[in-house]
């Protein structure tokens, strides 16, 4: 028992920030987070500059200019737009307000689904991925109401599901609500966006974190329709109004009107991606076809655990997950610059050949 602490949250379960913290501090190269290596241009950054001389003004709760951008971009109405503090705060609306049948997701996803669903007393089950860890949208029937959520591509395994097997899902259950979660969507293909006009029970959530290079400003958002935005769009002024602050709201504004720069980012990881895939094969690794800013992969000789701990020594930090024990051996790598990715496969290659 705590003092002061309400009894309910006496058994908190946070999410582990302690790599992030270590890399941050360290002199590492962060391989580690799934951040974009390429900074946001000067022109951005003076936007930055230009919004901190307004900070005496409370940020605009409706972030109206970036919705009007961000909705011609997407081609979706202003009003079936949500943002959120990271795409985080828009999964912790979600598992507070949209899970009272319980959520469903796969065994192998982003971890935080699972901390959330506790936080919110979130009845939760996992269905495994299958032997090549794919989703098979078969397992996906009879949940009653249950909340559905699809990674896409799936973190940390970096694989897509085809758009017909998003939507085969979507379809099996036309009592739940399905959230497809697109933060990487961006290094791939076949986003689920239009499919918020087809479907009344669909929710698709974004973030500027990855490709958008902005992990460090928080923001995320989510395409869903009118209804369930309006709903959500009450939590969030319920709670927290003005939950996007006026800098992040001029960066992004700048970020969404440089389309191009994004572009040639995405283009220059997917190539960088797909080279060090093939490296990595070539020295015993098994690698997951990634479709994301990461790959996943594991050696046929040496443990996960030892590989992470030897480039962590080489100060290069991956990110390793110890459960579940079937991607034990599995690190997940986020691809860096060419320089970055060079030292890179410099170490890995020393850490095999030792
Ligand atoms: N979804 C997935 C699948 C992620 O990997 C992450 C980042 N760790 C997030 C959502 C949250 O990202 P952010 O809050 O930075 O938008």
């Known amino acids: ?43 951005v950054m003076s936007n930055a500059g230009e919004a901190a001389r307004a900070l005496n003004f409370y940020s605009d709760p409706d972030c109206t200019r970036l919705r009007e951008k961000l909705s011609g971009l ?12 990271g795409s985080d705060e828009i999964l912790n609306f979600i598992f507070m307000a949209f899970c009272e049948h319980g959520a469903a997701f796969p065994d192998i ?37 249950r909340t559905i959520i699809i990674t896409n591509p799936n973190a940390p395994t970096g694989i897509f599901l085809e758009l017909k097997d998003v939507e085969k899902i979507i379809n099996q259950n036309p009592d739940s609500l399905i959230i497809i ?27 500027f974190s990855k490709s958008r290079s902005m992990a460090g ?26 939950n996007i602050n006026a800098m992040t709201q001029a960066v992004a504004l700048a970020v969404l009107e440089d389309e191009e720069s994004t572009q040639k980012n995405i283009d220059t990881i997917k190539k960088i991606r ?13 690698v997951l076809d990634s479709s994301a800013n990461f790959l996943f992969a594991r ?8 590989i992470f701990e030897a480039l962590k020594r080489k100060k290069i930090m991956i990110r390793h997950f110890s459960r579940p024990e079937r991607i034990s051996n599995f690190n997940r790598i986020t691809i860096g610059t060419p320089e970055q990715m060079k030292i890179f496969l410099e170490a890995i290659k ?5």
């Open 274 to 286: 797909d080279d060090t895939k093939n490296k990595l094969r070539e020295i015993g690794f098994e």
């Open 74 to 85: 997407m081609q979706v109405n202003p009003s079936e737009i949500v943002f959120g503090n």
């Open 181 to 207: 979660d697109e933060a990487y969507i961006d290094f791939g293909d076949g986003s689920a966006k239009n499919l918020i006009h087809k479907y009344k029970n669909l929710i698709v959530v974004r973030t």
């Open 299 to 306: 050696h046929e000789k040496i443990s996960g655990e030892e």
């Open 1 to 43: 028992m705590k003092r002061f602490l309400h009894s309910k949250f006496n058994a908190l379960d946070p999410y582990d920030t302690s790599g992030e913290l270590e890399s941050m501090n360290g002199g590492y190269i962060r391989l580690n987070t799934n951040e974009s290596p390429f900074e946001l241009s000067e022109k």
């Open 350 to 354: 020393g850490v095999v050949s030792e």
């Open 109 to 145: 996803a982003y971890s935080f689904y699972k901390i959330l669903a506790k936080f919110h007393g979130v009845d939760f089950l996992t269905v495994p991925l299958d032997e090549n860890f794919r989703t098979n949208p078969d397992d996906y029937k009879n949940f009653n109401e």
């Open 217 to 242: 400003a928080r923001l995320g958002w989510c395409m869903t329709c009118e209804e369930i935005a309006r709903d959500m769009n009450n939590i969030k002024n319920t709670i927290t109004p003005y």
